[in-house]
């Protein structure tokens, strides 16, 4: 004893030697630990890496992905001459323009990304073509094409195509675009031509909708964000949209944090729920060690020594796990970042050979070992506090229960894996918001465990004998039912979370939006060519209903009283109201004589028809309401460079679901038609005309007619935007599916954890007379009761959270399927029900006579 | 001036099941047990089923504290004590045989002894251990595991733990109820010369009336209480 009466502990190297003695070289006992840990480890170390990748591959190409340290752009114009020498003056320049454009070529038609690029393109990296050329702008009557426009107008390098009447010589097929993805988000395959092909073309007139887009470089010690802050001080009013270097994909990298955090959370989710394996597996271990831990103390090993030679085993198996699962992620790296390249890799840079990331395993590893310790952390105590007479005596006295010595750590490695979550993630308050709602999960999971034991232990006895013995082993003491119950209830209300969302996203794309949206989007159509659209369209398509309105771009430049006007230039517009979106940048502005199709008016009056007095506009009412706007308030834009105001006359409804020309300003005419502008058409087609015949022809009849124009089909739109949905909802389903994997893992731990009682159950009941078919019925009692009443819970749980993500996270409809939701469902509980028949046949083939020797 | 004793109770009460639960009663498994055992002596502890043999044990070791009552053993107080400091006290100073041997499964009969050597804080555990098992015939089994071993070998190897600290009291609740009568007999046999070459102390739980005979001294246990307390005169040595 040392000079404070307290017993002196074991010195650390004699507990590490009994530690080791015990300790099976195979881990027996302590296996499922470890596949929880390596689950739940190697899926956090796999998405945490794959996030750094990604992101380090956008920080490290920005200068190449935008093709310079600066883009500035700005809608239906050129730079002015101040604008170009002030450019100029600041370093090497390239300009050119983006727009929608349609290419031709062996009969066929193609919607295509035109961009026309001067001599100086590209300023940071080199265009590679297929054959193998490093090559920059395509000389004048040559294009450079990519492969799905290669394809898809069948054609080859030195075949010929055409743009709005110019043929073009396929000069080589794209094999690598250097700053592909900082164009960012396209409704066709590019084709590159020379920068003069738009106004030779005809494509460049005024009021067309392109996009010029000037590249810089400059010295390597300028600062590009002050650069971008100076152009904007100069040209205040200008309407410019500037991106630097550093925030090359800035959407894109958003994205990926968000998407990264959330997988990484899924994952983090699936690791708790391992945790529980691990609380079990511990509890299983130091219940098969009872004798052991009792001899151990017997022969004079205090609690806390006992602690220590078993806390000191379970770190060796938790680090196993561990290291096994970053090895594990390590190895999917590739894989995954393969798999990514092929499905969304013109969305996102990825780069395939990117190395893991230190920062990313040792997060996994730092939540692994916590969760270990944490979940270990009461059994070990209970070990610890039970006298050695007490494990001698009783085998129905459980570890499980929760001394309060564990009440400390236990706290303490909660507060731990809180902050590892919320300090080392990019999204601190995501992290903290999914936390709460786990936890919450978890505590009505807990506290429906705790309400099925009471229940089932008040319950009436059933005459049934199988009935009785399956009702009591739900309450049992060292029973499993609370660890299952939180176990599954997840793994279970994942299951309908992701079938409720999916379903719901199907249901929003594929149920409602094609019945309501048009069949093409025409842009760039010269108002007095409106005609010759019409009369092809309904001469191939009787029926077909053509909607037309102006389309301008233009950016809000102040707002608000007309003695007390709000400046845009003088806002920081990233902290905005989400609803005063229309403030960043450039957007779509109209004039209209009547109320739009599908808008209605909620204050304010409408211009009558040939009105002629103040300039006039109405506002979408979402964004009146976002920036505090009221009626007879004024308005400045810029269009094309020009300054224009108007007076708020009315608000609107806008019905955004209609995908039909859709806009937040509508403008008296008198307010903008003396400027140039082109018309945008939707073409909504009859039933009998929406086929692949039909529709081939019109395009074509139109192609011919209208060559300026670009006609885009909004089922392929769809269909893009399905297929990434898709892809979003794979990669959930991927990184939900360890946590259906930990569950199992838990069920088999619960499974093994209560075979011993079960053993003995089975052989008495074996021994008094009770057929296999029999104890397989209490078995499968026992389970489907559980699972049956969890279905239900996960069914609430899951559709609630689905309900939250889709209407409050993604402003989407409600719309699962519920059919194929409670396929999904029964589809999960089936395969519990199968797992955990599978594992308990071993118990039902004990011979009773060897069984009975044994226990 | 006369040594202290090797234990002396007082009172001793143990009462188990106190519970608030309605289905546990308690149950008072000792009645009041006073007792004094003096160094060296062999001491048979006899008494029907639930008579408290077990528990008296358990007490007297500190396995269980009991409820009420004054404990001396080895001269440290015992009731005063909390469980890590019993756990404390027994390091090397008391060892026990129990009836299912409880040897560590996982480890060699080896390491089953030099752990208790190691917990004890003895020096150089892998010769001594080596020479006891030796010592109670067991040189050719030193690295075979409990499963390896018959019944009588494990006694055998747990009677080796428990001398090998050398403690001044040994106990052993029933050692050779688990075994066949020749080898119960080998085992005692080995279990008495062991003793007599330490000089310790020894408590022994048995039903065997001829095992009982050969100690020093006979205590019958009834219903929680001392029935009889008898010294033998024909007790081995």
Redesign the interface.
């Given at each position: 004893m040392n000079t404070s009466g307290t017993p002196a502990p074991l010195p650390w190297n004699i507990c590490i030697t009994i530690a080791r003695r015990e300790l099976s070289a195979r881990f027996r006992g302590l296996r499922l630990l470890i596949i929880c840990l390596f689950i739940g480890v190697a899926a956090l170390s796999a998405i945490g890496s794959l996030t750094s990748a990604i992101s380090g591959s956008i920080a490290a190409r920005g200068r190449i992905i935008l093709g310079g340290d600066l883009e500035i752009a700005v809608w239906q114009r050129g730079l002015t001459a101040p604008e170009s020498q002030f450019l100029n003056s600041l370093g090497t320049v390239t300009s050119g323009t983006r727009m929608q454009a349609m290419a031709a070529a062996n009969n066929l038609t193609l919607p295509v990304e035109l961009k026309s690029v001067d001599g100086q393109w590209p300023l940071v990296g080199r265009l590679k073509l297929t054959d193998g050329r490093q090559v920059g702008a395509p000389s004048a009557n040559q294009a450079w094409l990519a492969p799905a426009a290669a394809e898809r107008l069948q054609v080859k390098q030195g075949h010929t195509i055409t743009i709005s009447g110019q043929a073009l010589r396929v000069g080589g097929i794209i094999a690598d675009e250097p700053d592909r993805l900082g164009e960012g988000f396209a409704l066709g395959p590019t084709v590159i031509t020379a920068a003069d092909l738009p106004m030779r073309a005809g494509l460049i007139s005024p009021g067309a909708m392109y996009r010029s887009k000037i590249r810089l470089t400059c010295a390597s010690s300028c600062n590009p964000p002050a650069i971008a802050e100076r152009i904007k001080s100069l040209f205040p009013t200008a309407g410019l949209t500037i991106r630097t270097s550093d925030k090359a994909v800035q959407n894109a990298e958003n994205f990926i944090s968000v998407m990264g955090e959330f997988l990484v959370m899924i994952a983090l989710a699936a690791l708790l729920v391992a945790g529980l394996g691990i609380g079990g597996g511990t509890t299983s271990y130091l219940e098969a060690r009872r004798n052991g831990i009792a001899t151990l103390k017997i022969l004079g090993a205090s609690g806390q020594d006992i602690a220590r030679i078993y806390l000191l085993q379970i770190t060796v198996a938790a680090l196993v796990g561990s290291i096994a699962g970053l090895l594990a992620g390590a190895l999917l790296l590739p894989l995954l970042l393969s798999l990514l390249a092929q499905t969304i890799g013109t969305l996102i840079p990825i780069d395939r050979s990117a190395l893991v990331d230190p920062a990313a395993l040792a997060r996994a590893a730092g939540f692994g070992l916590l969760v270990a310790l944490t979940f270990a952390a009461p059994p070990l105590a209970a070990a610890k506090n039970f006298p050695a007479m007490a494990l001698m005596r009783a085998r129905v006295t459980s570890l499980t229960a929760m001394p309060r010595v564990a009440y400390l750590p236990t706290a303490l490695g909660g507060a731990a894996l809180v902050g590892l979550a919320l300090f080392t993630g990019p999204k601190p308050a995501f992290a903290a918001g999914f936390l709460a709602a786990a936890a919450a999960i978890f505590a009505l999971l807990a506290g429906l465990g705790w309400a099925i034991r009471r229940m089932a232990a008040r319950l009436p006895r059933p005459r049934h004998p199988i009935a009785r013995l399956g009702l009591s082993n739900l309450h049992r003491p060292g029973g499993q039912t609370a660890r299952l119950v939180t176990a599954l209830g997840f793994g279970l209300s994942t299951f309908v979370l992701l079938a409720v969302v999916e379903t719901s996203l199907e249901g929003n794309m594929q149920s409602r939006i094609p019945q309501r949206a048009p069949d093409y989007f025409i842009m760039g159509l010269a108002p007095d060519k409106l005609p010759t659209l019409t009369q092809i369209v309904t001469a191939t398509a009787q029926g077909a209903v053509i909607r037309s309105v102006p389309a301008m771009r233009g950016a809000i430049l102040a707002y608000g009283p007309a003695d007390n006007m709000t400046h845009v230039a003088d806002l920081d517009l990233t902290k905005i109201p989400e609803d005063a979106w229309a403030l960043k940048g450039e957007r779509g502005l109209t004039f209209s004589e009547q109320i739009p199709l599908g808008n209605a008016l909620t204050d304010g009056t409408w211009w009558g028809a040939n009105y002629t007095g103040t300039p006039l506009v109405s506002v979408d009412e979402k964004f009146a309401a976002a920036i505090d706007l009221k009626i007879g308030d004024r308005l400045t834009i810029s269009l094309l460079g020009v300054e224009r105001s108007a007076t708020i006359a009315s608000f609107r409804r806008i019905d955004w679901d209609s995908l039909g020309s859709n806009y937040v300003l509508v403008f008296s005419p008198n307010a903008l038609s003396d400027a140039p502008y082109k018309l945008a058409s939707t073409i909504s087609l009859p039933a009998s005309a929406k086929n692949a015949t039909t529709k081939g022809a019109m395009m074509r009849a139109i192609t011919a007619a209208l060559p300026a124009i670009s006609a885009i089909e909004v089922g392929g739109l769809l269909q893009q935007a399905h297929d990434l949905l898709g892809q979003m909802s794979m990669a959930i389903l991927a990184a939900a599916s360890v946590t259906v994997l930990a569950g199992m893992a838990v069920l088999i731990g619960a499974i093994t954890a209560a075979r011993a009682a079960k053993l003995y159950d089975n052989v008495i009941l074996r021994v008094l007379g009770a057929s296999r078919a029999q104890l397989l019925t209490l078995i499968m009692a026992e389970f489907a009761g559980l699972v049956l009443i969890l279905a239900l819970v996960a069914l609430a749980i899951g559709s609630a959270l689905g309900w939250l993500i889709m209407v409050h996270l993604f402003k989407f409809s409600f719309l699962p399927n519920w059919p194929w939701v409670l396929a999904v469902l029964g589809g999960g509980v089936t395969v519990i029900l199968c797992f955990a028949l599978l594992t308990s046949l071993p118990l039902l083939r004990a011979k009773p006579a060897a069984a009975l020797r044994e226990l | 001036m006369t040594s202290p004793p090797a234990l002396a109770a007082r009172d001793l009460t143990l009462t188990l099941g106190q519970s608030s639960s309605k289905t546990d009663a308690a149950v008072a498994v000792l009645r009041g047990i006073s007792l004094t055992v003096a160094h060296g002596e062999i001491v048979a502890l006899l008494g029907p089923s639930g008579s408290g043999k077990s528990s008296l044990m358990?007490v007297l070791?500190g396995?269980?504290?009991a409820t009420s009552g004054q404990l001396t053993v080895a001269g440290a107080n015992f009731a005063a004590m909390d469980?890590?400091?019993l756990?404390?006290?027994?390091?090397?100073r008391i060892g026990?045989v129990?009836q299912a041997f409880?040897?560590?499964?996982?480890?060699t009969a080896l390491?089953n002894v030099?752990?208790?050597l190691?917990?004890?804080?003895i020096g150089d555990a892998e010769t001594r251990a080596t020479a006891e098992l030796t010592a109670v015939g067991l040189g050719h089994r030193l690295h075979h595991y409990p499963s390896q071993l018959s019944g009588g070998e494990q006694q055998r190897v747990a009677i080796a733990?428990a001398i090998a600290t050398r403690p001044a009291l040994i106990f052993a609740d029933e050692p050779t109820g688990n075994l066949d009568a020749a080898t119960g007999q080998s085992i005692i046999d080995m279990l008495l010369a062991r003793r007599a070459e330490t000089g310790a102390t020894l408590l022994i739980i048995t039903h065997d009336s001829a095992l009982a005979k050969r100690c020093s001294r006979i205590i019958t246990l009834a219903d929680g209480l001392i029935a009889s307390d008898i010294t033998s005169h024909s007790a081995a040595t």
């Amino acid at each position: 004893m040392n000079t404070s009466g307290t017993p002196a502990p074991l010195p650390w190297n004699i507990c590490i030697t009994i530690a080791r003695r015990e300790l099976s070289a195979r881990f027996r006992g302590l296996r499922l630990l470890i596949i929880c840990l390596f689950i739940g480890v190697a899926a956090l170390s796999a998405i945490g890496s794959l996030t750094s990748a990604i992101s380090g591959s956008i920080a490290a190409r920005g200068r190449i992905i935008l093709g310079g340290d600066l883009e500035i752009a700005v809608w239906q114009r050129g730079l002015t001459a101040p604008e170009s020498q002030f450019l100029n003056s600041l370093g090497t320049v390239t300009s050119g323009t983006r727009m929608q454009a349609m290419a031709a070529a062996n009969n066929l038609t193609l919607p295509v990304e035109l961009k026309s690029v001067d001599g100086q393109w590209p300023l940071v990296g080199r265009l590679k073509l297929t054959d193998g050329r490093q090559v920059g702008a395509p000389s004048a009557n040559q294009a450079w094409l990519a492969p799905a426009a290669a394809e898809r107008l069948q054609v080859k390098q030195g075949h010929t195509i055409t743009i709005s009447g110019q043929a073009l010589r396929v000069g080589g097929i794209i094999a690598d675009e250097p700053d592909r993805l900082g164009e960012g988000f396209a409704l066709g395959p590019t084709v590159i031509t020379a920068a003069d092909l738009p106004m030779r073309a005809g494509l460049i007139s005024p009021g067309a909708m392109y996009r010029s887009k000037i590249r810089l470089t400059c010295a390597s010690s300028c600062n590009p964000p002050a650069i971008a802050e100076r152009i904007k001080s100069l040209f205040p009013t200008a309407g410019l949209t500037i991106r630097t270097s550093d925030k090359a994909v800035q959407n894109a990298e958003n994205f990926i944090s968000v998407m990264g955090e959330f997988l990484v959370m899924i994952a983090l989710a699936a690791l708790l729920v391992a945790g529980l394996g691990i609380g079990g597996g511990t509890t299983s271990y130091l219940e098969a060690r009872r004798n052991g831990i009792a001899t151990l103390k017997i022969l004079g090993a205090s609690g806390q020594d006992i602690a220590r030679i078993y806390l000191l085993q379970i770190t060796v198996a938790a680090l196993v796990g561990s290291i096994a699962g970053l090895l594990a992620g390590a190895l999917l790296l590739p894989l995954l970042l393969s798999l990514l390249a092929q499905t969304i890799g013109t969305l996102i840079p990825i780069d395939r050979s990117a190395l893991v990331d230190p920062a990313a395993l040792a997060r996994a590893a730092g939540f692994g070992l916590l969760v270990a310790l944490t979940f270990a952390a009461p059994p070990l105590a209970a070990a610890k506090n039970f006298p050695a007479m007490a494990l001698m005596r009783a085998r129905v006295t459980s570890l499980t229960a929760m001394p309060r010595v564990a009440y400390l750590p236990t706290a303490l490695g909660g507060a731990a894996l809180v902050g590892l979550a919320l300090f080392t993630g990019p999204k601190p308050a995501f992290a903290a918001g999914f936390l709460a709602a786990a936890a919450a999960i978890f505590a009505l999971l807990a506290g429906l465990g705790w309400a099925i034991r009471r229940m089932a232990a008040r319950l009436p006895r059933p005459r049934h004998p199988i009935a009785r013995l399956g009702l009591s082993n739900l309450h049992r003491p060292g029973g499993q039912t609370a660890r299952l119950v939180t176990a599954l209830g997840f793994g279970l209300s994942t299951f309908v979370l992701l079938a409720v969302v999916e379903t719901s996203l199907e249901g929003n794309m594929q149920s409602r939006i094609p019945q309501r949206a048009p069949d093409y989007f025409i842009m760039g159509l010269a108002p007095d060519k409106l005609p010759t659209l019409t009369q092809i369209v309904t001469a191939t398509a009787q029926g077909a209903v053509i909607r037309s309105v102006p389309a301008m771009r233009g950016a809000i430049l102040a707002y608000g009283p007309a003695d007390n006007m709000t400046h845009v230039a003088d806002l920081d517009l990233t902290k905005i109201p989400e609803d005063a979106w229309a403030l960043k940048g450039e957007r779509g502005l109209t004039f209209s004589e009547q109320i739009p199709l599908g808008n209605a008016l909620t204050d304010g009056t409408w211009w009558g028809a040939n009105y002629t007095g103040t300039p006039l506009v109405s506002v979408d009412e979402k964004f009146a309401a976002a920036i505090d706007l009221k009626i007879g308030d004024r308005l400045t834009i810029s269009l094309l460079g020009v300054e224009r105001s108007a007076t708020i006359a009315s608000f609107r409804r806008i019905d955004w679901d209609s995908l039909g020309s859709n806009y937040v300003l509508v403008f008296s005419p008198n307010a903008l038609s003396d400027a140039p502008y082109k018309l945008a058409s939707t073409i909504s087609l009859p039933a009998s005309a929406k086929n692949a015949t039909t529709k081939g022809a019109m395009m074509r009849a139109i192609t011919a007619a209208l060559p300026a124009i670009s006609a885009i089909e909004v089922g392929g739109l769809l269909q893009q935007a399905h297929d990434l949905l898709g892809q979003m909802s794979m990669a959930i389903l991927a990184a939900a599916s360890v946590t259906v994997l930990a569950g199992m893992a838990v069920l088999i731990g619960a499974i093994t954890a209560a075979r011993a009682a079960k053993l003995y159950d089975n052989v008495i009941l074996r021994v008094l007379g009770a057929s296999r078919a029999q104890l397989l019925t209490l078995i499968m009692a026992e389970f489907a009761g559980l699972v049956l009443i969890l279905a239900l819970v996960a069914l609430a749980i899951g559709s609630a959270l689905g309900w939250l993500i889709m209407v409050h996270l993604f402003k989407f409809s409600f719309l699962p399927n519920w059919p194929w939701v409670l396929a999904v469902l029964g589809g999960g509980v089936t395969v519990i029900l199968c797992f955990a028949l599978l594992t308990s046949l071993p118990l039902l083939r004990a011979k009773p006579a060897a069984a009975l020797r044994e226990l | 001036m006369t040594s202290p004793p090797a234990l002396a109770a007082r009172d001793l009460t143990l009462t188990l099941g106190q519970s608030s639960s309605k289905t546990d009663a308690a149950v008072a498994v000792l009645r009041g047990i006073s007792l004094t055992v003096a160094h060296g002596e062999i001491v048979a502890l006899l008494g029907p089923s639930g008579s408290g043999k077990s528990s008296l044990m358990a007490v007297l070791t500190g396995l269980e504290r009991a409820t009420s009552g004054q404990l001396t053993v080895a001269g440290a107080n015992f009731a005063a004590m909390d469980e890590d400091a019993l756990a404390h006290a027994r390091r090397g100073r008391i060892g026990i045989v129990l009836q299912a041997f409880h040897l560590l499964p996982t480890m060699t009969a080896l390491e089953n002894v030099m752990t208790a050597l190691d917990i004890a804080g003895i020096g150089d555990a892998e010769t001594r251990a080596t020479a006891e098992l030796t010592a109670v015939g067991l040189g050719h089994r030193l690295h075979h595991y409990p499963s390896q071993l018959s019944g009588g070998e494990q006694q055998r190897v747990a009677i080796a733990r428990a001398i090998a600290t050398r403690p001044a009291l040994i106990f052993a609740d029933e050692p050779t109820g688990n075994l066949d009568a020749a080898t119960g007999q080998s085992i005692i046999d080995m279990l008495l010369a062991r003793r007599a070459e330490t000089g310790a102390t020894l408590l022994i739980i048995t039903h065997d009336s001829a095992l009982a005979k050969r100690c020093s001294r006979i205590i019958t246990l009834a219903d929680g209480l001392i029935a009889s307390d008898i010294t033998s005169h024909s007790a081995a040595t």
